[in-house]
């Protein structure tokens, strides 16, 4: 296919490629201009976000969480989940594999105990809350709970 040079630069040609570029140019200036934020108005009100903390403390890789949550676990302690290779831990309503299950916990989270310990199914059960989300309460196998120092604020 050999093109036409002079066609391709007839006026009727090279107009309408400048007014279709300047047609896209508007269509994208105009987005970017009604998807600006804009200053709330006065009295309006104004939604915040609150950011929180990532947890301050990720196990060692030489940590084996049987060993370490076998010692200190307490009441009112808490506990940051590992040892799950980001299977995450089943958090059940009640301690026992029979217990109903109610959501993962992810390693590195950090829980409060809230009561245990209780024997079932040769694990011992513990019962963590979130700090940051009441809803996320349940028991759980201490093999995969690592004791630690209060979370930073």
Request: charged letters at 15%.
């Amino acid at each position: 296919m050999k093109w036409n040079l002079e066609a391709l630069l007839a006026p009727r040609v090279f107009l309408g490629a400048i007014g279709a570029a300047a047609l896209l140019l508007l269509f994208t200036l105009g987005g970017w201009a009604l998807g600006a934020p804009r200053p709330p108005a006065s009295g309006e009100m104004v939604a915040l976000q609150t950011v929180l903390p990532a947890p301050s403390r990720a196990p060692t890789p030489t940590e084996t969480p049987s060993a370490s949550a076998a010692s200190g676990i307490r009441l009112a302690g808490y506990v940051q989940i590992s040892g799950t290779q980001g299977q995450g831990l089943r958090v059940r309503q009640a301690p026992g594999l029979a217990g109903q299950f109610l959501f993962l916990a992810y390693d590195t989270e950090i829980f409060r105990i809230e009561d245990g310990p209780q024997q079932s199914d040769n694990y011992t059960w513990w019962k963590i809350v979130s700090e940051y989300d009441s809803n996320r309460s349940g028991w759980a196998a201490d093999d995969y709970l690592t004791p630690i120092d209060s979370p930073a604020p």
